[in-house]
């Protein structure tokens, strides 16, 4: 006890924080690494076979083109092949039970952004923007995982490099 009162205050103070900011990057790094990290989902969607294929990105994420959702193909639209296609394959066996109850699949979301954040996808497609550039590349990925934090910052790092630059680092561009 007397060895704590021979080191000042401010030092002690300043250890204090010193752990507490190492706490909260230890967390914030923990948090960051886990959303990186695939999410194991109902059905192992395999999009390697997809783009294989020749299916495109928008042929199953078709709400891409017209609003703010890429949206996730009903089971409804996945059997419209796998009724046919593939019906022996675990996985379809499990999309096949899914059809049978007429339920949705509950798909684990891999990106979040924040509710006060405005984002759409047709934006971003209308403007030639490949699926890629946000998404990496997804058709050579057996489980779909997120490649990036999308946060503010990467946000406007490539609204920065957008020859309309300047008009994208509006706050209202995101935040309405």
């Not at 019906?87 to 007429?102: I, N």
Request: contains cysteine; charged residues 15%; positive net charge.
């Amino acid at each position: 006890m007397h060895l704590v009162r021979k080191i000042p205050r401010w030092l002690r103070l300043l250890a204090g924080a010193l752990v507490v900011v190492v706490v909260l990057v230890g967390v914030f790094l923990l948090f960051a690494l886990q959303s990186r990290a695939a999410p194991e989902q109902p059905v192992a969607f395999n999009h390697q076979i997809m783009v294989g294929a020749g299916i495109p990105c928008l042929g199953c994420h078709s709400t891409a083109v017209k609003g703010p959702s890429a949206g996730i193909p009903s089971v409804e639209w996945c059997m419209g092949c796998h009724q046919t296609i593939a019906v022996d394959l675990p996985e379809v066996q499990k999309l096949a039970v899914y059809w049978e109850r007429q339920e949705p699949i509950p798909w684990v979301r891999i990106y979040r952004l924040p509710r006060f954040t405005f984002f759409t996808h047709q934006v971003h497609v209308s403007a030639g923007l490949n699926c890629e550039n946000c998404h990496g590349d997804v058709g050579n990925m057996e489980t779909t995982q997120a490649v990036t934090v999308m946060n503010m910052g990467w946000c406007l790092g490539c609204h920065g490099k957008q020859p309309n630059a300047t008009e994208l680092k509006d706050c209202v561009i995101c935040h309405r």
